[in-house]
């Protein structure tokens, strides 16, 4: 691709950090990772961060940490990334996915109470591409029913809700660092939270269940090993020195394409809420309802042959062959969220594009449009 769809923002100093950390011959269980911890923390404006192998391990340990289990129901949104529901499957409970809304495309919160059932435990909501839905109003909802509430933030590093950081507005809340999020560890996550007994069975789990000081073979509980390397966290740290930066950069760029598609009537944007002061994940657009899914996908077709990378992005959850066989879900159970899921294009989008990249991004897609 010409235009490549997304790239980590990556500098000498991330190399230089990374080299240090081989040549310390300390690349595991090492200083690296409470200083990224704390780096995150201070950040998000949270007592706690627990880093871990990836933000998919990060929603699992989340869900053991409140108890969910075997006939639980957690109240999740179709309109996501595949981990933020395949979490609540993990430990056998079932998901409840409530249709979205057509102008934020986060869940509908209106929706949430009428999916409450005595089996409920707990909602996720979505920071959909770094846009937070009303954190408040899902927190009324979870006080009245006893819910536990997570916030898959992986999407929304930096973004803020009525001035308060995504990853600080519920229970607990999860980043991912893939290379196409707003920092990168290569692979890698983290958990943020404020409650010290979700962060303590958190440290404990991603650590093969020891408690701090336990010997190397003494386990208090089940764990994994979802550790994250010194590699990593170097990494991360650097990326969280240079996060205005960072962010500054991807802003710019979603400034200048927002401009240059303000009046597009064959597209429309996802529309932002008054309360969220979004830090950009992606720069997605959604095709005018008279587009069909098969315009879309010659649409995406013909930007890559143009050397424009190009996404569909999301994939309705619901319509997954997983979620359809193993809960029976199917087409029409959430309208809204399949009428935009099939018009939604991704495209490129990263720190480091040009103001000429976009305009001929927006010039391309316009006359293939
Ligand atoms: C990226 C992402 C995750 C998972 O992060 P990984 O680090 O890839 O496991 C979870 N939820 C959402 C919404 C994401 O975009």
Known sequence: MKIKLSGPDITQAEIDAVTEV???????????????????????????????????????????????????????????????????????????????DPNTWNIDVGRIEAAVTPKTKAVIPVDVFGQIPDMDAIGAIASRHGLRVIEDSAEALGSRYKGRMAGSLADAGIFGFYPNKQITTGEGGI???????????????????????????????????????????????????????????????????????????????????????????????????????????????KLRGRGIGCNNYFAPIHLQEFYKREFGYKEGDFPICERVAARTIALPFHGGLTEAEVDEVCATFKSIL
Request: aromatic share 8%.
């Open 22 to 100: 081989l040549r310390s011959g300390w690349l595991s269980l090492g200083p690296k990772v409470p200083e990224f911890e704390q780096a995150v923390a201070q950040f998000v404006g949270v007592k706690h961060a627990v880093a871990v192998s990836s933000g998919t391990a990060g929603l699992h340990l989340l869900m053991r940490a409140i108890g969910i289990q075997n006939g639980d129901e957690v109240i999740g949104t179709p309109f996501s990334f595949i981990a933020s529901t395949n979490c609540i499957v993990f430990e056998r409970a079932r998901p409840v996915l409530v249709d979205i």
């Open 191 to 301: 958990i943020t939270t404020d409650n010290d007994e979700i962060a303590r069975l958190c440290f404990s789990m991603r650590n093969q269940g020891r408690d701090t000081g336990m010997g190397w073979l003494s386990h208090e509980r089940l764990g994994y090993n979802y550790r994250l390397s010194d590699i990593a966290c170097a990494i991360g740290i650097v990326q969280m020195r240079r996060i205005d930066d960072i962010l500054a950069k991807r802003a710019r760029v979603a400034a200048w394409y927002r401009r240059r598609l303000a009046d597009e009537s064959r597209v429309s944007m996802q529309k932002p809420s008054p309360d969220c002061d979004m830090s950009w994940f992606v720069f997605v657009v959604k095709l005018a309802d008279d587009y069909t899914e098969q315009d879309r996908a010659d649409i995406i077709e």
